[in-house]
């Protein structure tokens, strides 16, 4: 658990497990104070993580000023400078696998392997839900809003009889388990990741990835729909694309997910 430098802002950063060097882009709002997350899960058993609080989230620093998917990108670039790592695998899951694209595009040889979780290229290959847009409606709407999109199955008549798995999504998102709430300036990073989110796009440029890539995704997912992670996986050279039984939250709904993607990624 460390805190450093780079680019003239002050980032939170941690390095967990041991085995090949494996960089972990978190999605919207990460926080790796927020439990269980990325790093909490099989991923250290096999390799060397380091993740980072994005610009904007967590308890890295949060600057009043327009965000880009090219400062994300290059962030991890200074962040693995600091660490000494050359090259390493790469692992995004959902805002994260956008930034990852844009990673894997300007520090391609850095990369060795790649791994691009229920996200989308924007552009032609299409666009994640716009999210920014869920922040303007009630917190009742808002959430229930939220939860359909998480997967497409959670209609109202299988919340009805599925009461335990709403009940657990509920808690997923519930203000109480935020540990950033009330902290300065938290609403403004997290609005101004959102705003670089919806200018993401790498379509035209995703055919130069050359690292050997899997996309993966849920079938339900409503947010980065399997057809824009087919469109995603067919415009880079040799990409292979697996879709699981799950949604956006794929990775905790079906347990095959990990095992196939660290699979690729070792």
């Not at 941690?14 to 960089?23: K, T, V």
């Not at 990325?38 to 993740?51: K, N, R, V």
């Not at 899997?214 to 995603?232: F, H, K, Q, V, W």
């Amino acid at each position: 658990m460390s805190f450093v430098e780079l680019r003239g802002l002050r980032f939170y950063y941690e390095l967990r497990g041991s085995g090949p060097p494996l960089l972990v882009f978190n999605g919207s709002g990460g926080d790796l104070r927020r439990k269980p997350g990325l790093l909490d899960g099989p991923l250290a058993e096999h390799f060397e993580l380091l993740c980072h609080d994005q610009r904007g989230l967590g308890q890295t620093d949060r600057p009043d000023r327009a965000y880009s998917m090219r400062d994300y990108a290059e962030d991890a670039a200074a962040l693995l400078d600091a660490v000494g790592w050359d090259r390493c695998r790469v692992l995004g899951v959902s805002f994260g696998g956008m930034v990852a694209q844009e990673f894997a595009l300007r520090f391609g040889s850095r990369v060795e392997r790649l791994a691009l979780a229920c996200t989308s290229s924007g552009g032609a290959g299409g666009a994640s839900y716009p999210l920014h847009e869920l922040a303007e409606l009630p917190a009742d709407e808002r959430g229930l809003r939220t939860l359909e999109l998480s997967d497409t199955r959670m209609d109202a008549a299988w919340r009805k009889s599925h009461p335990d798995a709403v009940e657990t999504m509920a808690k997923l998102r519930d203000p109480a388990n935020d540990p950033g709430a009330g902290e300065p300036h938290r609403e403004l990073g997290a609005r101004r990741q959102l705003e670089a989110r919806s200018e993401h796009d790498t379509w035209d440029r995703l055919p130069q990835i050359a690292a050997p890539t899997l996309c993966c995704g849920g079938r339900y997912d409503g947010i980065a729909s399997p057809a824009n992670m087919e469109r995603l996986a067919g415009r880079i050279s040799g990409a292979k694309l697996e879709l699981f039984e799950g949604g956006h939250l794929f990775l905790m709904q079906d347990p095959s997910a990990w095992g196939r993607i660290i699979e690729f990624l070792r």
